[in-house]
């Protein structure tokens, strides 16, 4: 029976917390981003500590150093991707201009794709009816023009982060003195550190990787002419935090901007080849010789995590998706990985429940003979 409560209310949780999370999205992303952020910046924290810097102080310098990055980024990536994709609409006839001999390619295989293609690429452009917005030059300014919703997220996350971080060093004392064994308050304070090695090494270790990769493609970018390489560097470096999938929207960016750019639609593919090109350099060279076995994950499983977190919160998820299995992974691995085939093969009531209804009907039939015998028993005494 308890078995089988556990197996219900395991299998429930299951199902239920994916859900709990989609519809809790508001408070569910922002904290959980936040704790990612404020783990891969202990480091740093714990570096200021030891030259004496006060807990506040040293949370509200990590805090003020990250808003900064992320200033920065945005002054980098999202003002000139705002100002450039703006332009599309006036720039769909050069799209379509570019792309006719690709589809007419297309449309001389299949006379239904014909008919598609040829009914796109004869579509006037629309022009735009609306006024040109400027784009955020800052997190303030973003802030500022976006949804009451957002501006409460961020400055969830940033006071997350900030009392967090300053107060971690009590926060872990408390956690591993707590412990009633020496066994159990090691293996607390090993995971922990484990914790915070694996997800900064990540996360640092990554960010170097994709800073260099997006200078790369820049820098190609600028030697065949496309315009604003520091932003496509950008786009590249962030979408390259997203395994699998993130060179390939990367490239499919730089294919619109390439035919937004370009006359000739072979040169305009120059740009998302040259990227995809350094991209797979840098996947199969250079990551696998930086990053080593220390944090090898199976692929299958960072799929299963890009899938779900993708379903539960969108990019967001999909950009936190490494770092909580990583998180995910040190825990299990340190406190040990649930058993669940063996709970319910061997300790659990799947394969006892026919030796125990084969028991039951021996016993029921052992019951039924001594109660027969009883009872002639009974019935000669009576007759006596």
């Not at 598609?116 to 040109?132: H, K, V, W, Y």
């Not at 002419?225 to 997203?242: E, K, T």
């Not at 040990?336 to 209804?357: M, S, Y």
Request: with cysteine; hydrophobic share 55%.
């Amino acid at each position: 029976m308890l078995a089988a409560l556990t197996l219900i209310a395991g299998v429930g949780l299951v199902f239920g917390t994916p859900f709990a999370l989609k519809a809790g999205f508001e408070f569910f992303m922002p904290l959980t981003a936040a704790l990612v952020i404020a783990v891969a910046l202990v480091p740093v924290l714990e570096w200021l500590e030891r030259h004496r810097v006060p807990s506040g102080l040293a949370a509200l310098f990590c805090v003020i150093l990250f808003l900064a990055i992320a200033n920065i980024a945005i002054a980098a990536i999202v003002v000139p991707a705002t100002d450039f994709f703006s332009q599309l609409p006036s720039r769909l006839e050069r799209i379509q201009t570019n792309l006719a001999p690709v589809l007419d390619l297309y449309a001389s295989l299949e006379k239904s794709v014909n008919r598609l293609f040829r009914q796109i690429a004869s579509t006037p452009p629309r022009q735009p009816g609306t006024a040109a917005v400027s784009p955020p030059s800052s997190v303030l300014e973003l802030a500022a023009t976006s949804a009451p919703t957002v501006i409460v997220q961020v400055f969830f996350a940033i006071l997350v982060v900030f009392f967090f971080l300053s107060g971690w060093t009590k926060i872990r004392r408390r956690t591993i003195t707590e412990r009633t064994s020496f066994d159990g308050a090691m293996a607390t304070a090993r995971v922990i550190q484990d914790v915070v090695d694996d997800v900064s090494a990540y996360l640092g270790t990554i960010t170097i990787i994709n800073l260099a990769l997006g200078g790369a493609v820049a820098v190609a970018l600028w030697m065949i002419g496309m315009p604003s390489p520091l932003m496509w560097g950008g786009i590249v470096a962030l979408l390259n935090y997203v395994p699998y999938f993130g060179a390939v929207i990367a490239a499919l960016l730089l294919a619109i901007g390439g035919l937004m750019t370009f006359d000739d639609v072979w040169v305009a593919m120059i740009a998302p080849a040259v990227m995809y090109g350094i991209h797979l350099i840098e996947a199969n060279v250079i990551t696998p010789y930086v990053v080593g076995h220390r944090l090898t994950i199976s692929p299958l499983m960072i799929l299963v995590s890009l899938s779900f977190w993708g379903w539960v919160w969108g990019t967001a998820g999909a950009l936190l998706a490494v770092p909580l299995l990583i998180i995910m992974q040190t825990v299990l691995g340190a406190a040990g990985k649930p058993d669940i085939a063996g709970f319910l093969f061997e300790h659990g009531a799947l394969v006892q429940g026919k030796r125990g209804r084969r028991r039951w009907r021996v016993g029921r039939e052992s019951d039924d003979g001594e109660a027969g015998a009883d009872s002639a028993v009974d019935t000669g005494e009576a007759a006596a």
